[in-house]
């Protein structure tokens, strides 16, 4: 086998599941749509800016597949 076969098996392996590509650009987009709200500021009121900021990094998106579900 060579060097370039080796390597490609070993980058196929090591990728990320399309699930978590899609999680991490859903919980992006969610975030800064959030920021960007009325939301947002009644937030920031509420509990600061630094635990508002806090608060938002906790806000993830989960995608599951059919695969995950069963």
Do not use: H
Request: overall charge positive; proline content about 1%; aromatic content about 8%.
């Amino acid at each position: 086998m060579g060097k370039g076969k080796r390597l490609k098996r070993l980058k196929r392996n090591t990728e990320k599941p399309l699930s978590d590509k899609f999680s991490e650009t859903f919980t992006r987009n969610f975030q800064k749509e959030l920021k960007n709200s009325e939301l947002w500021d009644e937030i920031v009121a509420q509990y600061g800016e630094k635990r508002a900021l806090e608060l938002i990094r906790e806000c993830k998106a989960e995608v599951k597949t059919d695969l995950e579900i069963k």
